[in-house]
């Protein structure tokens, strides 16, 4: 009798019974994904017996799950009607390295999709996430936004794009921009808490993952697809677009891309804020074949952007500094499917040619470049029994130098190597998994005294399913961050940062020891997550300022010390009528040192969201209120930050047919033009945040 058996079904639009083309269709926990044909069919084959997670989904359209039962030898047959909803079970893979559905991840994810990153999209990373549950921004700037989360910033964050470094500098410093069209994307996800198993020692506050449309190993059937988006706006003068397409035959794809977007000075309510502007352009090409059991494609990409940080108008003389940036990236993946005993093996090469240009009244003061290559392998198993998981090695090589005025380390060398593994226990509702990785960091500075650290990361974690749609989650991490290198090395002025910065060459690595704790449900008329997190984090490295002034800039040597980290979020979708949810979120973050007990800076405030959706058919009406708190615990060195109440709202028009989504949005942004400062902005003083305005955006994608 044969061992496996087949899961197939038919996904159709609830509304007009029309079979759904290029739907997804996730076998979890196996990771695998299969794409419906023009027939809405699906097929999964050679399935090992066992209880699976089917979940279907497709842009603009509530995703379905479906609880199935394999025996050997035998098939299932699973239909799926998918609709315009408000709750979207959706499919991550940043959590684990292999896609699943969000129920069924162990950590805390967010994710933005097509249907909710147009009128999101922005010059910077940090705009598009802010107030995503638990996330704030960190900026100098429209252009150089980074997202903070659970109030880590920068070297704590990682950044990745299909699951590999940007190779950009966006950590190093208040005014560096990480700038990526999120009109490209098929989604953007965001893990909260420690992601070091899989990412390395700098995710220890968590990852932040732009997946393209085109990071797949998937077959895709012959045809046309692709997507155009338009963008426009008040107040700033926004103004930008997207398209790509991708064509396919039996085997090969061809896909590219392209768009930009540009403002001009914003206004808060009280006037405009000069040298507020921002711009960026990207294209991308790749060409790919996918065969029945292996995979390559290449990609090329080009950033290029240009924005503005604001001045102090009371400043006499004040310069005006611009950050121009570009970077060229290429990048190969290629693997195998269903060979041996693995699901999926891949490889990524990617290399990063990253430089950035401070300008200052029209003269180039300092540039920066970055070149690093990185390598992946992964290998993910195939179900044996209960056991599932993922394990692989990483690295990459940088070259780092700077001219110019800021050139406050020398140039570096860095070279990094780790081992990973991460395994997973499926018993019919328990979940277990467990992994580890050690990985080697070294620095090679030019006239400095050379540093390598070797560090053990470990966790463990258990999903507990307490009734139908609910679970209870709890992850303990132990994991360890090499300094970074501005942290050994740099010397000397530091505008974007407004200090004098001194590092120090015998920093120790950090080492956290983390619990986090939630208690997830998700059904059909509700959405809910609350959780908990606890960081205790030893030889932290912060800045501390010494009270001396040095080139008019405040002087701060990099200390360490332990500190915690205490917090939460909670979010709750819940469908007061079929055409009428109400939606509610909360974050918190405590963060301090422990022997002097002082907040460490630039930690976000508490804050509150609360909104109705109101849908009939494919309108949406969305008003909601964003609350902050004032924050008064702050470092010794910077100013407390009121309170405020923003106003929103959003109103969206979806219409889904077989081969198309069209989506029309609108959305009134702070409304009541209230002035408010942004708490983690180095320069709140004097550039408080946007006001009143209006932003449209028409997407149409087809498939």
Same mark, same amino acid.
């Given at each position: 009798?044969?061992?496996?058996?087949?899961?197939?079904?038919?996904?159709?639009?609830?509304?007009?019974?029309?079979?759904?083309?290029?739907?997804?269709?996730?076998l +979890?926990?196996?990771g695998?994904?299969?794409?419906?044909?023009?027939?809405?069919?699906?097929?999964?084959?050679d399935?090992?017996?066992?209880?699976? $997670?089917?979940?279907?989904?497709?842009?603009?359209?509530?995703?379905?799950?479906?609880?199935?039962?394999?025996?050997?030898?035998?098939?299932?047959?699973?239909?799926?009607?998918?609709?315009l909803?408000?709750?979207?079970?959706?499919?991550?893979?940043?959590?684990?390295?292999?896609?699943?559905?969000? %129920?069924?991840?162990?950590?805390?994810?967010?994710?933005?999709?097509?249907? +909710?990153?147009?009128?999101?999209?922005?010059?910077?990373?940090? $705009?598009?996430?802010?107030?995503?549950?638990?996330?704030?921004k960190?900026?100098?700037?429209?252009?150089?936004?980074?997202?903070?989360?659970?109030?880590?910033?920068?070297?704590r964050?990682?950044?990745?794009?299909?699951?590999?470094?940007?190779?950009?500098?966006?950590?190093?410093?208040?005014d560096?921009?990480?700038?990526i069209?999120?009109?490209?994307?098929?989604?953007?996800?965001?893990?909260?808490?420690?992601?070091?198993?899989?990412?390395?020692?700098?995710?220890?506050?968590?990852?932040?993952?732009?997946?393209?449309?085109?990071?797949?190993?998937q077959?895709?059937?012959?045809?046309?697809?692709?997507?155009?988006?338009?963008?426009?706006?008040?107040?700033?003068?926004?103004?930008?677009?997207?398209?790509?397409? =991708?064509? +396919?035959?039996?085997t090969?794809?061809?896909?590219?891309?392209?768009?930009?977007?540009?403002t001009?000075a914003?206004k808060s309510?009280?006037g405009?804020?000069?040298n507020?502007?921002?711009?960026?352009?990207?294209?991308?090409?790749?060409?790919?074949?996918?065969?029945?059991?292996?995979?390559?494609?290449?990609?090329?990409?080009?950033?290029? *952007?240009?924005?503005?940080?604001?001045?102090?108008?009371?400043?006499?003389?004040?310069?005006?500094?611009?950050?121009?940036?570009?970077?060229?990236?290429?990048?190969?993946?290629?693997?195998?499917?269903?060979?041996?005993?693995? =699901?999926?093996?891949?490889?990524?090469?990617?290399?990063?040619?990253?430089?950035?240009?401070?300008?200052?009244?029209?003269?180039?003061?300092?540039?920066?470049?970055?070149k690093?290559?990185?390598?992946?392998?992964?290998?993910?198993?195939?179900?044996?029994?209960?056991?599932?998981?993922?394990?692989?090695?990483?690295?990459?090589?940088?070259?780092?130098?700077?001219?110019?005025?800021?050139?406050?380390?020398?140039?570096?060398?860095?070279?990094s190597?780790? %081992?990973?593994?991460?395994?997973?226990?499926?018993?019919?509702?328990?979940? %277990?998994?467990?992994?580890?990785?050690?990985?080697?960091?070294?620095?090679?500075p #030019?006239?400095?005294?050379?540093?390598?650290?070797?560090?053990?990361?470990?966790?463990?974690?258990?999903?507990?399913?307490?009734?139908?749609?609910?679970?209870?989650?709890?992850?303990?991490?132990?994991?360890?961050?090499?300094?970074?290198?501005?942290?050994?090395?740099?010397?000397?002025?530091?505008?974007?940062?407004?200090?004098?910065?001194?590092?120090?060459?015998?920093?120790?690595?950090?080492?956290?020891?983390?619990?986090?704790?939630?208690?997830?449900?998700?059904?059909?008329?509700?959405?809910?997550?609350?959780?908990?997190?606890y960081?205790? #984090?030893?030889?932290?490295?912060?800045?501390?300022?010494?009270?001396n002034?040095?080139?008019?800039?405040?002087?701060?040597?990099?200390?360490? *010390?332990?500190?915690?980290?205490?917090?939460?979020?909670?979010?709750?979708?819940?469908?007061?009528?079929?055409?009428?949810?109400?939606?509610?979120?909360? $974050?918190?973050?405590?963060?301090?040192?422990?022997?002097?007990? =002082?907040?460490?800076?630039?930690?976000?405030?508490?804050?509150?969201?609360?909104?109705?959706?109101?849908?009939?058919?494919?309108?949406?009406?969305?008003?909601?209120?964003?609350l902050?708190?004032?924050?008064?615990?702050?470092? +010794?060195? =910077?100013?407390?930050?009121?309170?405020?109440?923003?106003?929103?709202?959003?109103?969206?028009?979806?219409?889904?047919?077989?081969?198309?989504?069209?989506?029309?949005?609108?959305?009134?942004?702070?409304?009541?033009?209230?002035?408010?400062?942004?708490?983690?902005?180095?320069?709140?003083?004097?550039?408080?945040?946007?006001?009143?305005?209006?932003?449209?955006?028409?997407?149409?994608?087809?498939?």
């Open positions: 009798m044969a061992q496996t058996a087949t899961v197939s079904g038919v996904v159709t639009i609830e509304a007009n019974s029309k079979p759904l083309h290029a739907a997804k269709v996730l +979890s926990p196996l695998r994904v299969a794409e419906t044909n023009d027939q809405g069919e699906y097929r999964f084959t399935v090992a017996p066992g209880t699976y $997670d089917l979940v279907a989904q497709s842009p603009g359209l509530a995703a379905s799950r479906q609880t199935i039962r394999v025996t050997a030898g035998g098939s299932v047959s699973a239909d799926f009607k998918l609709r909803d408000v709750v979207h079970e959706t499919i991550t893979v940043t959590a684990s390295g292999r896609e699943e559905s969000t %129920l069924r991840a162990i950590q805390s994810v967010t994710q933005l999709d097509v249907t +909710s990153l147009p009128l999101k999209s922005s010059a910077s990373m940090g $705009d598009v996430l802010d107030h995503e549950s638990g996330v704030s960190r900026s100098a700037g429209p252009g150089s936004g980074r997202p903070v989360v659970r109030g880590f910033d920068g070297d964050v990682l950044i990745l794009e299909d699951g590999v470094s940007t190779g950009t500098l966006s950590y190093q410093s208040g560096h921009g990480e700038p069209d999120v009109n490209k994307l098929e989604r953007l996800e965001v893990v909260r808490g420690p992601a070091t198993l899989l990412y390395g020692s700098n995710a220890i506050g968590g990852v932040v993952n732009a997946v393209s449309r085109h990071d797949t190993h077959h895709a059937d012959p045809g046309v697809r692709g997507y155009v988006t338009g963008l426009g706006g008040s107040n700033n003068g926004l103004g930008g677009g997207s398209a790509g397409v =991708e064509v +396919s035959s039996n090969w794809q061809f896909w590219g891309s392209g768009g930009g977007q540009r001009g914003y309510s009280e405009t804020v000069q507020s502007h921002a711009r960026t352009e990207q294209v991308d090409a790749g060409l790919g074949r996918y065969g029945a059991r292996s995979f390559f494609s290449f990609n090329y990409g080009l950033t290029d *952007s240009r924005y503005g940080i604001p001045v102090d108008p009371d400043e006499v003389d004040a310069e005006v500094p611009n950050l121009l940036l570009r970077r060229h990236n290429f990048r190969f993946t290629g693997g195998f499917t269903e060979t041996g005993g693995f =699901e999926n093996i891949s490889f990524k090469l990617n290399y990063s040619d990253y430089n950035h240009q401070e300008v200052v009244d029209g003269a180039t003061e300092s540039q920066f470049f970055n690093q290559f990185t390598y992946r392998a992964a290998f993910q198993q195939k179900k044996r029994g209960r056991w599932t998981g993922i394990f692989g090695a990483s690295g990459l090589r940088r070259d780092y130098k700077v001219d110019g005025s800021e050139a406050l380390a020398p140039p570096t060398r860095q070279d190597f780790a %081992l990973f593994a991460m395994e997973s226990l499926d018993f019919e509702s328990t979940r %277990l998994q467990l992994g580890g990785r050690v990985e080697r960091t070294a620095y090679d #030019i006239g400095l005294r050379a540093r390598t650290f070797t560090g053990f990361s470990a966790a463990v974690g258990v999903s507990q399913r307490l009734w139908k749609d609910g679970s209870f989650l709890a992850n303990y991490t132990h994991s360890y961050r090499a300094p970074a290198q501005e942290e050994l090395y740099n010397l000397g002025p530091h505008p974007g940062n407004a200090t004098f910065e001194i590092g120090d060459p015998d920093l120790n690595p950090e080492r956290n020891n983390g619990l986090d704790l939630a208690l997830r449900h998700l059904s059909s008329r509700v959405h809910a997550e609350v959780a908990f997190f960081y205790r #984090i030893g030889d932290f490295v912060y800045l501390a300022p010494t009270g002034v040095q080139d008019g800039l405040t002087e701060a040597n990099y200390a360490q *010390s332990d500190s915690r980290f205490v917090g939460g979020e909670a979010k709750l979708e819940l469908g007061l009528h079929r055409n009428l949810w109400l939606n509610l979120g909360a $974050d918190s973050v405590n963060a301090r040192l422990t022997s002097s007990k =002082e907040p460490l800076p630039r930690i976000p405030p508490v804050r509150g969201r609360a909104g109705v959706d109101l849908r009939f058919k494919g309108v949406s009406l969305r008003p909601e209120l964003v902050s708190n004032a924050q008064k615990k702050t470092f +010794s060195t =910077e100013t407390s930050t009121a309170g405020y109440s923003v106003l929103n709202f959003v109103g969206s028009y979806t219409v889904a047919r077989q081969h198309a989504l069209h989506l029309i949005s609108a959305e009134v942004f702070n409304a009541g033009d209230r002035f408010y400062r942004n708490h983690l902005s180095f320069i709140k003083s004097f550039a408080p945040e946007i006001g009143r305005g209006v932003r449209f955006s028409y997407t149409v994608q087809f498939f």
